[in-house]
C-alpha cells in the first residue's frame, strides 16, 4: 500500500464500509453500498440464470446487448435502478454471407459487431447484417504461423479491451513463451502489434498449462486488457501487478502491491509439471489452482474518479471476494472485504450506471436472474 509522509504525520485513506441499510462500521474516507437483491427478467429465449453471458453497454451503461449462446443471438438488454430486463434477438446463422461461427467474446461499434473466437474473426454490419469473415493469419502480423490464436481470460464478463474514440480493441496473443498486445481496427478491419512490455516471463512462471493425452487444461490466466481514457491498462489473474500503457505516448508503468488479506500470487501444486498421465492428477491440480487467489480486471469509477478490481480469495468453498481500490495514480489506497457485508455474490460484475453490476450465487427462479448493486461514495 503506498504512503506519503511528511515531516508530522503520515495519512492513511481508508474505507467506511457501509449495509444496503447505510450503518457505519469505519467512519472513514469512503463508504461502500451493496443494494438490496434485484431481478433481471430474462425470459424464455435461451438466456439462463448461470450467467456466464458476455455483455457490451453503451455509453449511457444502461442499456446495451448480450451474446446468447444457446440460441446463437444477440440479444438487447435494459438496466433500471431497480431492475433489468432482456430482449430476444434475431437468431444468427453460423453459415453463408450471414454467418457467424464460434463466439469467445463479442464488441460493438456504431457501425459493426465483432464476433470473436481464438483463431477467427466475424465482423457483423449493424444496418444489412452482412458479415466478412478472416481467420487471424489472413492480417498479416503473425508471421509464417500456421495457426496463430489469441488468448482469453476466464472470467471476464464484459469486453473492456476498446478504444471506443478509435475504434481499436486489443488483444492477448501468446506464443512460443512470448505474450504481446495485439491491436484491431474494426472500421479498417486490419491488425497491428502494440509495443507493450508485458512481463512474459512471469506469466509463463505462474499460469497453469497442462497436457493429458494430447488435451491441453489452461487455468484462464491470460492477462486482462481494459482501454481507460488514453491508457490500457493490464491486470494478471495470476499476480498482482498492473501494467499501466498510454496508447499517445507509448511510456508505461508497472504497480505492484502488496495485501493484508491475500497472497499476491498463485503457486503451482506441488511437484507440477506440464504433462501428466493421471486424470485424477490433472481434476486435483485444477481443484488447487481454482481455489487460489485471482485478480480480476481493473474498472473506472469515473463518479469518484477512482480505479477498482476484484481479487477472489482463496478457500474451496465460499471463497472471500474483496474489492481494491486505487487512486488516479494508481496508489492502492484500500482493500474491502464485500463478503463480510454480502457473502451472495458472484466473482464478476458489469460496470453499470448504476453501481457495479454483481450477479448473486443463488439463483432459484429460472425466468429471473438476481442480482446485487455495489457503490461506492466519499464521506464529507
Known sequence: MSLKRTSEIVFFLTFVILSCSEKDTIDKGYFLEVSDRKEFFIGQGGLTTEGYYTVFLDSTKTKGTIYNEIAH?????FITADSAWSKDGEIMDTEGPYGVGTVFTYFSTQDYNLFVNSQQFFRQTILSKEVSRKFLQEYGVFGDLKYPAIAFSGAAREFTGLDKNYNNAYFIYDFENRIKVIGYNVDRDSM???PVALDSTRYFNTRFKVRYQGLTMGGGDAPQLSVIGENLVVSYPSFNDILVYNLNSGLQNTYTFESKFFPSQK???ENYREEVDSPDLLDEWLANWRNQVRFGSISYYSDLAIYVRVVKGEGEVNPPLYLEVFNEDFDKV???NISEINQDLST??????YGLLFRAK???DEEEMYYYNINLGKKK
Open 73 to 77: 443471438s444477440l440479444d438487447s438488454i
Open 348 to 353: 464478476t460484475f458489469v460496470n453499470t450506471k
Open 334 to 336: 484500500d482493500e474491502l
Open 362 to 364: 443463488e439463483q432459484p
Open 192 to 194: 497491428f502489434i502494440v
Open 267 to 269: 503457486k503451482h501444486p
